[in-house]
């Protein structure tokens, strides 16, 4: 079984900031990663109402960690359930768990890679396309290289290469188009 992904909207960094918003969808699992700041929130929804959906029929949303840029619109999403590093949120219910190794569905899953930020969560998407990884290790696949945000160095070059190491087909970053990566992917 696989998934379908769609990027809604590709995320900028530089005088203005926008994160990659991602729809994936599996079976009855309609998921949003990273609804972040975007220009205008038609940027969101728009795409979203082009694939026959609309903001209540999606059922989960994956924050790959909470900064604003990645988490500002999640409220655009009234029946999902919230997911981080941590737990699963949905209305006053806070369940805790591990997010490494966690199924959304059968072709999506969850996996803990601390570089970005401590709390950094990718999202593993077997899709048509083969692997494909949404995940905040690497901004663009122009750079920077060097996070310059990321708490810990080592942290984000290990984080990189478990991303690697799985032989992605696509890597989807916070704020650009997805990539393939490929021996010149900085590590």
């Known amino acids: 079984m696989t998934a379908s992904f769609h990027v809604l909207t590709t995320g900028y960094a530089d005088d203005r900031v926008a994160g990659t918003v991602t729809l994936l969808v599996d079976g009855a699992t ?4 990273d609804p972040g700041m975007v220009a205008d929130r038609r940027r969101i929804l728009d795409p979203l109402t082009e694939h ?75 899709a048509k396309e083969g692997l494909v990884v949404l995940t905040h290790l690497w901004w663009t696949a122009e750079g920077p290289a060097d996070d310059p945000f990321a708490p810990d160095r080592d942290q984000l070059r290990a984080a990189r290469e478990k991303v690697l190491g799985l032989g992605p087909a696509l890597i989807v970053p916070g704020h650009g188009a997805p990539f393939v990566p490929s021996a010149s992917t900085p590590v």
Do not use: C, K
């Open 30 to 33: 309609v998921a949003i990663v």
């Open 52 to 126: 026959g959906l609309a903001p209540e029929d999606v059922t989960d949303v994956v924050f790959s960690h909470h900064h604003p840029d990645h988490t500002l619109n999640a409220a655009l999403f009234p029946a999902a359930r919230f997911h981080d590093h941590m737990a699963i949120y949905r209305d006053d219910i806070w369940e805790d768990r591990d997010a490494d190794g966690y199924q959304l569905s059968p072709s999506i899953t969850l996996m803990t890679t601390p570089g970005h930020t401590a709390e950094d969560v990718s999202t593993l998407v077997t």
